[in-house]
């Protein structure tokens, strides 16, 4: 999501730097006319050090380990670098006075809600990751009150497209089953596969939150943003498969502990933005795939240090 955020605010005419650790991208990523420099956003110092360099007046903050079922299992990691990466982020720009602090936070924050999920919703996060997503949005408003910070808050959900993480073996459902697909394996499901889910293609989410950084009506705002179209992930298994020409080879694994349905409404984001998706899943599907297939597969990592085993399912134990 960061490097297509890079290339919008490139083709506007905005220097860019762009910091990453690299943990979940690939620095072949990141347009060759963005500065670029390796490290975290944990890195209080690294990051103080930036903000005093460039004087940054708009900061995007896509940084995230959005891995919503393995936070539960991952907690202070989770927080680290969710939650206190973040504040790292804010207390700079609040010193430095930036214009505005967009944020991506998730739809993870409503929990199990309404549908479709609204803006006016109270968030009931049911993760660590969600709680985290949301406490950052709190922290936001509190600065602005506080300290005038300007930021928007985007609850984007199920983004995938091309150059995402495909080797990812605990988040991104579309590049595991696309990884999954190239190595002759079958597809993964947790459970019945009748989740419901709006897949959002990059290319209809990446404009939106860099558009509303230079509105001023957008400022102090929380959207939704992605696509309406809510599939089961049987559904798009199907589709992944078709857009490799193959027949769908589906295992079903335990069903692990995660909201049932979510989907979001994007009447707002359309009102004030006139932006919506365009993008049929399908199509983006097919562009995903043919990147991937010009990528090749990548080697699934396990993640080194899960701090809780306990009802771990047991894909991820091996």
């Not at 991506?104 to 709680?131: C, F, K, Q, V, W």
């Not at 949301?134 to 959900?157: C, Q, S, T, W």
């Not at 994007?266 to 049929?280: D, F, N, P, Y």
Request: hydrophobic letters at 40%.
């Amino acid at each position: 999501m960061g490097s297509h955020v890079a290339d919008a605010l490139l083709e506007r005419g905005v220097e860019v730097v762009v910091l990453d650790d690299l943990s979940g991208g690939f620095e072949d990523n990141v347009n060759p006319r963005a500065e670029f420099v390796r490290g975290s956003i944990t890195d209080h110092e690294l990051v103080s050090g930036l903000f005093a360099e460039h004087r940054f007046q708009y900061v995007f903050h896509l940084a995230a380990y959005a891995a919503e079922g393995l936070s539960h299992f991952i907690r202070r990691f989770n927080y680290t670098n969710n939650l206190i990466g973040s504040v790292n982020l804010i207390n700079e720009s609040v010193r430095h006075e930036v214009k505005c602090f967009v944020f991506t936070s998730s739809i993870a924050a409503y929990g199990t809600n309404r549908l479709p999920m609204t803006e006016d919703l109270d968030p009931r996060p049911e993760d660590p990751y969600g709680i985290a997503k949301y406490a950052v949005e709190m922290d936001l408003r509190a600065a602005h009150e506080m300290f005038g910070l300007d930021h928007v808050i985007f609850r984007p959900h199920n983004v995938y497209g091309e150059r995402q993480n495909i080797g990812d073996r605990y988040r991104n459902v579309l590049g595991i089953f696309m990884n999954q697909i190239m190595q002759g394996k079958p597809m993964t499901i947790f459970g019945d596969g009748e989740q419901t889910r709006a897949f959002s293609y990059i290319g209809d989410v990446a404009p939106a939150i860099v558009e509303a950084a230079f509105r001023a009506d957008c400022y102090n705002e929380v959207f939704n943003v992605g696509s309406d179209d809510a599939r089961t992930v049987n559904e798009l298994a199907r589709i992944v498969a078709e857009a490799f020409g193959v027949e769908p080879q589906v295992e079903h694994l335990p069903a692990r502990l995660e909201v049932k349905h979510a989907y979001s409404s994007h009447e707002k984001i359309r009102r004030v933005l006139g932006m919506e998706a365009r993008t049929s899943l399908e199509e983006g599907v097919r562009r995903m795939a043919e990147w991937a297939r010009r990528a090749g597969p990548r080697k699934s990592r396990e993640f080194e240090n899960i701090e809780i085993t306990r009802k771990l399912p047991s894909a991820w134990e091996s």
